[in-house]
């Protein structure tokens, strides 16, 4: 029910309240693990109260945050670089609001890696020595529901959904 293709060609990632009132949400994560490669994702993000979805990659060790938006509108959507205890090594947050359809790429190489949207780059930084280390990374897409980059759904919110047209991996 959390993740499915549309029939227009979109993979769906939905977050569902049950009547419970508890959520249940779609996540997809690769079985490979990749290193410094490229990596990218045409993609429609929930923009909404209590949603935090997010495009990124991860090993034990660290993770790069392709494209993370939060709900909590306390936080800036952005792009960081972080050791598996949350302390960032890089980040950086968006100037404008992430609205639409947008392609959002990684290019992860051995000196630096580089963030795109839309074919463009908006944000580079010095690979850190600890992303240096042969480790991939696999590649996540997930619709995550409340918690801290969440913040507060509203009551009447039932359902939220985020749409991938494509992923690629070079």
């Known amino acids: 029910d959390n993740v499915y293709q549309d029939g227009r060609g979109d993979l769906v990632l939905k977050a569902i309240r049950g009547a419970s009132g508890m959520w249940t949400s779609g996540r997809l994560t690769t079985s490979e693990s990749f290193y410094q490669t490229t990596v990218s994702a045409k993609i429609l993000f929930p923009d909404q109260s209590g949603m935090w979805p997010a495009f990124w990659m991860e090993n034990v060790s ?16 952005g792009s960081a670089l972080h050791n ?12 404008h609001p992430v609205r639409g359809w947008h392609v959002w ?15 463009n780059v908006y944000y580079a930084a010095r690979t850190p020595t600890a992303f240096r280390n042969g480790a ?9 529901v409340g918690g801290a980059g969440g913040g507060t759904v509203p ?4 359902t939220n959904i985020m749409l991938v047209k494509w992923l690629l991996v070079t």
């Open 136 to 144: 991939g990374m696999r590649v996540i897409l997930n619709l995550a």
């Open 105 to 119: 790429t990684v290019k992860w190489g051995s000196s630096d890696i580089r963030f795109y949207e839309d074919g």
């Open 155 to 158: 009551g009447a919110t039932k």
């Open 62 to 77: 660290n993770e790069i945050d392709i494209m993370e938006l939060y709900g909590n509108h306390s936080w800036f959507d």
């Open 84 to 95: 598996s205890r949350y302390q960032i090594h890089e980040g950086y947050s968006m100037p």
